[in-house]
Nanobody
Framework: QVQLVESGGGLVQAGGSLSLSCVAS????????MGWYRQAPGKQRELVAT???????NYGDRVKGRSTISRDNVKNTVYLQMNSLKPEDTAVYYC?????????WGQGTQVTVSS
């Protein structure tokens, strides 16, 4: 019954910013790690960022210094703030949660960076 729902994707110009949100619903009682992954057409899914319940973060090399991941443990929500966007950031962004040894995924939200 765990469900992840992303929001905030859209079309932005190069150099702009975008903020994504993901809400996890269900009876979640143990600690979990949440994160964002992205997949561009014809390419493998790659790590954007992850964050533990204790707020330890990990970023993918291509977004370090330009993105910030955060979470609200009460609302089971994870956020991704992206700045200085580049055309290469264009991809479908997926929310992920690891809980009790299982991985859950959202449906994805499209981010398109023009110019």
């Amino acid at each position: 019954q765990v469900q992840l729902v992303e929001s905030g994707g859209g079309l932005v110009q190069a150099g702009g910013s975008l903020s994504l949100s993901c809400v996890a619903s269900g009876s979640i009682f143990s600690g979990n790690t949440m994160g964002w992954y992205r997949q561009a057409p014809g390419k493998q899914r790659e790590l954007v960022a992850t964050i533990t319940r204790g707020a330890r973060t990990n970023y993918g090399d291509r977004v370090k210094g330009r993105s910030t991941i955060s979470r609200d443990n009460v609302k089971n929500t994870v956020y991704l703030q992206m700045n200085s966007l580049k055309p290469e950031d264009t991809a479908v962004y997926y929310c992920n949660m690891e809980w009790r040894g299982m991985a859950y995924w959202g449906q994805g939200t499209q981010v398109t960076v023009s110019s």
